[in-house]
């Protein structure tokens, strides 16, 4: 029996039947012997159930007459999981063999919250009406859908999953895939066809399916779809963001433009095509938003081809009458005046509209055409695209009225009648108690537009007087004022460590004390100092005032005392804290702690607290060299800073701290590091050793050599001339020179001491060398040895076969020779490990560096005095421009003539 055959009857076993199987019987040691396999391949029988779950295979409800059928299955399943633990292993091995480095601690500071980007202020005039829907929205794009809300209309394809739970006489819970073929195959069942039927028909066709097998009422079957599918459909035209996307299903043609950032300003979303299935239909977002009745085929299909055109007409409305306000609109042609009112929803109130005002274009001009409402809209007026429609209701204007205002009890609007006067506003508006009843006055409008005050003289009037009581006019308006208007007012302040902090309004002279302002204040707080300060100052003159100090405790608790005294208007009681007079006293912890931070002084902070309120010592902590300096304060004396040294225990004891050294104000607590302490350092190693990678420092100063050492050597295609070292310590970051040939062999100069973190190189042999055309006559007396040099070869003044020559023979040989603007004494050679020699000068001749393989050999131009660097630097650009134009038209002439001599050979052969 083979270890398929064996899991299967395990799983059969332990799973569906307990014990005993119909299907198939197992012995005791076929159980034991799949419980092994399991267990040696690290796989659950839990495992392999949840695996089955996502293929459709719900070992809980499975029959035995259903157990052939899912062999395939649960060993795909074996396989999945197998395959996925070693991907984790593998993932998890990287992660083991990376070096970790010690995280450093970030410095304590107040850490700013991420403030979100301000949102631009929405102005409808800058959308076309519809468009702005789609802007500053979002869609989640999901696969899983945990609510069963799904709607009926929904059309099921291949690819959607459905839960079916049975809650009657019968219980089930079933998953279902609808497979390629648009069937779903229920155990026992004859296969159900269900693409392309909506979700509602689905569960009535479902329902009568499983009451075949299965006993319930209607009200205990329940259908859900778990996951929905996903639709490709490709986005063009007018939209912000065309392409392809991959959505949900149950996402319609909406979402998707949504997705796609909505239309562009001239993206049409009332002549929408959806390309389906070849067949093409086309959907009027504004069917939408003007009437909801309409129903139009949103839904979406793998493949559908959305394309959003041009707008070929807009009109604006203008105006104060339209209910929407101002926007610009969409119409479709065929559209005009009636189709536009009824799709912006028409005006306000049609009793006050009288004219319609087009702005329009006849031909080359600009024109305002007005018309009569009701004529325009039995002549349903003809639209075009930028045609602006004005229209702006009429206001009502009443003039048989009068206005009071101002200091009375029943102030606005009254009715003017034949004999009016101000008696009659007096005795219908009732004056007020605070009302100043001596004047008021009247504004009154002229036909000429002026206006003119009349005063009103209302004692005169409440008295009888028939002369002083003035007839009202129309659109008159009668004001009446306060008492208080002609009144200063003053006002006291407390302000500080008191419940309620104000200031309170008080009559004039000198009646208010101490006692009344903080009883005003509910009292000052348990810390408030029991002195406070009175800030006066002049009313009459900013430059007079003062200061005093009073006894607000003895004040508040007894009034008669003389500490409660009297207070001017303006004065300012100030009530300070406690902690306005406290200097702020820290401790502060730095070095090898987790978390080193500044904490507020107290007398019971003591030195285990504080390494506890910093997160403990560091594993790298020296628990017997902890120094604390301390600032020596002495009155009216300079200060010393004084020092201890002391140890502690590594296991501090949160709950059970003790007594320990005593901290005082200012101390800085400096946990040391231990001596030599430092995490496992590691050097990279690549290119041309037998077994590159990483290698851990495990001795003080290992070198080059020993690395390589351990790397077990060179292989037969390394270059160690041209090795590199790129080390990255601190601030540093950069090449560091030498010669890993000859720290191969141990030489002590070039043989360095490595750093954790470089990166050693090894390339593979280089037999070339290469010349930098700026300052050589390259392509024109260039000489080839085709004895030695491929003649093929394009680019021979850049690459070049290696010779142990100096720089001279090379650019004499290969490059044509110094231009006449080549400055020699600058020639250097740049070794393939970085290292740059340059040519000696010694006044009547002149030593060239040795080249060595894969070297560079670069030559400078001399500087003409009469340009500036940038100048000089524009120069020797266009040289090389010029040469490789000489170079490219020198290698098509060679292909040319290839080509010609080619020709002639096949000539004559045939």
């Known amino acids: 029996m083979n270890l398929l055959q064996r899991i299967l009857i395990l799983m059969t076993l332990l799973l569906v039947f307990g014990i005993e199987s119909n299907a198939q019987t197992a012995s005791p040691s076929d159980v034991s012997a799949g419980k092994q396999e399991l267990a040696d391949k690290d796989i659950s029988e839990q495992e392999i159930k949840d695996k089955l779950m996502t293929k459709g295979v719900d070992l809980d409800n499975l029959k035995p007459s259903q157990l052939p059928t899912i062999e395939a299955d649960i060993q795909q399943a074996i396989l999945e999981i197998e395959q996925e633990k070693s991907e984790a292993s593998e993932k998890d091995e990287v992660e083991k063999e990376a070096p970790k480095e010690e995280p450093k601690e970030a410095p304590k500071e107040e850490i700013e919250e991420p403030q979100e980007e301000p949102v631009a202020e929405y102005n409808p005039k800058d959308y076309i009406y519809g468009h702005h829907l789609f802007y500053n929205n979002s869609i989640s794009k999901y696969t899983t859908v945990n609510s069963t809300a799904t709607p009926d209309n929904y059309v099921l394809d291949a690819g959607d999953q459905l839960a079916i739970n049975i809650f009657g006489t019968s219980q089930a819970d079933l998953l279902y895939k609808i497979e390629e073929d648009g069937f779903i195959r229920p155990t026992g069942l004859y296969k159900v066809y269900l693409r392309g039927v909506t979700f509602g028909d689905a569960k009535t066709m479902l329902r009568k399916r499983f009451a075949l097998a299965y006993r319930f009422q209607n009200d205990q079957f329940n259908m859900s779809l778990t996951a929905a599918r996903t639709v490709t459909v490709n986005i063009y035209g007018e939209v912000n963001k065309p392409g392809s996307y991959t959505i949900s299903a149950l996402n319609n043609l909406f979402s998707a433009l949504v997705l796609a950032s909505g239309p562009t300003e001239s993206g049409s979303i009332r002549n929408i095509k959806i390309l389906s299935n ?58 005009n005046l009636n189709d536009f009112m009824t799709i912006v929803g028409g005006v306000i109130d ?57 200091a009375v009890r029943r102030p606005g609007g009254y009715e003017l009648e034949e004999g009016d006067k101000v008696s009659t506003a007096i005795a219908k508006t009732v ?250 350092r590691y050097v990279t190693i690549k290119g041309e050793v037998k077994y590159p990678g990483m290698y851990a420092l495990l001795t003080e100063n290992e070198r080059i050599s020993d690395i390589i050492n351990r790397a077990e050597g060179l292989t037969n295609e390394s270059f160690p001339e ?70 093929t070869d394009t680019k021979l003044n850049v690459q070049i076969n290696y010779r142990a020559k100096r720089a001279k023979w090379y650019i004499n040989k290969f490059g044509g020779g110094f231009s006449k603007d080549a400055k020699r004494s600058m020639t250097k050679v740049i070794y393939p490990n970085g290292q740059v020699k340059r040519t000696r000068n010694f006044g009547l001749f002149k030593i060239y560096p040795k080249v060595r393989r894969g070297s560079e050999i670069r030559l400078a131009l001399k500087d003409n005095k009469d340009l500036s660097p940038d100048e000089r630097k524009d120069n020797a650009a266009q040289r090389r421009e010029l040469i490789d134009r000489i170079i490219d038209s020198s290698t098509a002439l060679l292909s040319l003539a290839t080509a010609a001599i080619t020709t002639m050979i096949l000539a004559d052969r045939l």
């Open 278 to 335: 070849n067949k093409e239909r086309i959907v009027d977002f504004y069917d939408f938003i003007t009437n909801s009745s309409i129903s139009t085929n949103l839904n979406l299909s793998n493949g559908d081809v959305i394309y959003l055109p041009k707008i070929t007409k807009k009109v604006s409305t203008s105006g104060n009458a339209f209910l929407d306000g101002a926007w610009t609109y969409e119409l479709i042609e065929g559209e």
């Open 722 to 791: 041209g090795g590199t070292i790129l080390r990255r310590q601190g601030d540093f970051s950069g090449r560091v020179v030498t010669r890993l040939d000859k720290a191969v062999s141990k030489n002590k100069r070039h043989n360095l001491v490595v750093k954790g973190g470089d990166i050693i190189t090894i390339p593979k042999t280089m037999d070339v060398i290469s010349i930098d055309r700026i300052g050589t006559n390259t392509i024109t007396d260039l000489e080839v040895n085709s004895n030695e040099i491929d003649s």
């Open 350 to 406: 049609e009793d006050l509209i009288q004219y319609i005002q087009l702005k329009t274009r006849e031909g080359e001009m600009k024109v305002v055409r007005d018309y009569e409402y009701a004529d325009a809209v039995r002549q349903n007026l003809p639209l075009k695209n930028n045609d602006v429609v004005v229209i702006s209701k009429s206001s009502y204007f009443a003039n048989n009225y009068y206005l009071v205002k101002g």
């Open 431 to 680: 004056l007020a108690i605070e009302t100043f009843s001596e004047v008021a006055y009247i504004k009154r409008s002229y036909t000429d537009g002026s206006q003119r005050l009349i005063k009103v003289d209302v004692a005169a009037v409440t008295n009888g007087d028939a002369s002083a009581d003035i007839e009202l006019q129309e659109r008159d308006e009668l004001t009446f004022f306060l008492k208080s208007n002609f009144q200063d007012t003053y006002s006291i302040k407390v302000t500080g460590a008191v419940r309620e902090p104000g200031t309170f309004e008080i009559s004039s002279g000198k009646t208010w004390t101490v006692y009344d302002l903080l009883f005003l204040a509910k009292g000052y707080k348990e810390n408030a100092t029991q002195f406070g300060f009175v800030v006066s100052q002049d009313i009459t003159n900013s430059n007079l005032g003062g200061y005093k100090i009073v006894n607000l405790k003895k004040a508040f608790e007894d009034p008669k005392s003389e500490a409660n005294i009297l207070l001017n208007p303006g004065d300012k009681l100030v009530v300070p804290t406690n902690m306005d007079y406290t200097d702020d006293f820290v401790v502060k912890i730095s070095g090898a702690v987790r978390k080193p931070n500044t904490f507020k002084y107290n007398e019971d902070l003591k030195l285990k607290e504080v390494i506890v309120l910093a997160g403990g010592l560091k594993l790298e902590a020296a628990t017997n060299r902890i120094d604390i300096y301390r600032l020596d304060i002495t009155e009216n004396e300079p200060t010393t800073t004084l020092s201890y040294s002391i140890t502690v225990n590594r296991d501090i004891d949160p709950l059970n701290i003790g007594s320990d050294f005593k901290l005082e104000p200012f101390d800085h607590i400096v946990i040391r590091s231990a001596p030599e302490f430092e995490n496992i």
